[in-house]
């Protein structure tokens, strides 16, 4: 017998701050540096590269999520599209990557919020903020919305505030915008895709979204274009403000060009929107559990479903288990590398279901020529380190296709 179906809670705008939870969180404070240390002054053609993957990747998305709205996102497009294994690979990818992104997230959490503290007490931290998000979580989806609502509503109020003071500030000058060569491009538009990847979230709930054959298409390129506006004014302003070089040296970069008194503010506000990524990055990654154990992908005891406050409760403690796991011995860098190239091979395999579809081929083949060429332009630690645990999971799935 089939597990009971969630519940169908969320609205327009519970999906587009969901979206917006998961896209404006940590990166917007965090993937600045580490661009514009590959790219330099080019930052803004690597945030025009990466908006336009993360288009093709939302519209084949979107197209997909009002076709086929159940729970699990690319897993499900991919098992219904391309065949059992590209679904499955999809999901694996998905869970491992952002499970690591979950972690990372909780260290976020703990640097902004206790710059100082040392270990152990960073770790302890961490399993402790990711407890409670879990706990959040647990008692249901539409409280989940009600606290992303909040979170996304203050981290922007920070931003407003901190753009407004840096628009004002004395500028370093120097040049706005160069070319650093394609290489440098394609690296800093790779990370700064881990910034803008957060729409597949809503694409997980589709089993819990109201009418999500017009809920989905039309969240998505909301929360995706609030949030390309917001990335690119920040993009602007910080390279005005800092200048190329102190932007790309610079660990906390809108903490640093902002006035000495906003910055505690901004660091707090940091803190909040990496609080609001970890909620609903759990969220999804708990969603595509359930819908890989509903197939046997995964243990079969995680497709559970709460009786009483609707959600998959065994697949959300698990999956908050293995991330405070992680939270407490994960390299913060070596956890985004790593969930950036998973990610990336996620979306390749929702574009290559999109191209099953009758319309709009070209946006799906743009989609997955820019999400192989950015995963395999990261580090190349991050990309052997991806490739290893997508082969990993890919021959557990052959062990257990000769075990039947």
Known sequence: MRPAPLTRRLGLADAVFLGLGSMIGAGVFAAFAPAAHAAGAGLLPALVVAAVVAYCNATSSARLAAIHPESGGTYVYGRER????????????????????????????????????????????????????????????????????????CTLLVLTVAAVTMGVGPHAGGPLVAWPGTGGILEAAGLLFFAFAGYARLA?????????????PRAIPLALGITLVVYAALAVLLLVRLGPAA?????????????????PVVRAGAALAALGSLLALVLGVSRTTLAMSRDGHL??????????????????LAVGLVVAVLAA??????????????????????????LTLRSSRFVAVLGLAGCVVLAFSLPWTSVLTGAGVLSLGASAYGVRRMRR
């Not at 997980?204 to 989905?216: C, M, N, S």
Request: aromatic share 10%; net charge positive.
């Open 329 to 354: 011995s994960l390299d913060l860098r070596a956890a985004i590398g790593f969930s950036s190239f998973a990610v990336l091979m996620y979306y390749a395999v929702a574009n290559a279901a999109a």
């Open 247 to 263: 932007l790309a040296a610079t660990p906390d970069p809108i903490a640093a060009a902002v006035p000495g008194w906003l910055a």
């Open 299 to 316: 243990p079969r005891f995680l497709a559970a479903v709460h009786p009483r406050y609707g959600v998959p409760h065994r697949a959300e």
């Open 204 to 216: 997980t709930l589709g089993e819990e979204v109201r009418d999500p054959a017009r809920t989905i």
């Open 82 to 153: 391309l065949g059992e294994f590209w679904g499955y690979l999809a999901g694996w990818g998905f869970v491992t990557g952002k499970t690591a992104s979950c972690a990372a997230m909780a260290l976020t959490v703990v640097a902004y919020a206790a710059p100082g503290l040392g270990q152990p007490w960073r770790s302890l931290v961490a399993v402790a903020v990711v407890a409670a998000l879990t706990a959040v979580n647990y008692f249901g989806v539409h409280r989940s919305a009600l606290a992303t609502r909040v979170i996304v509503t």
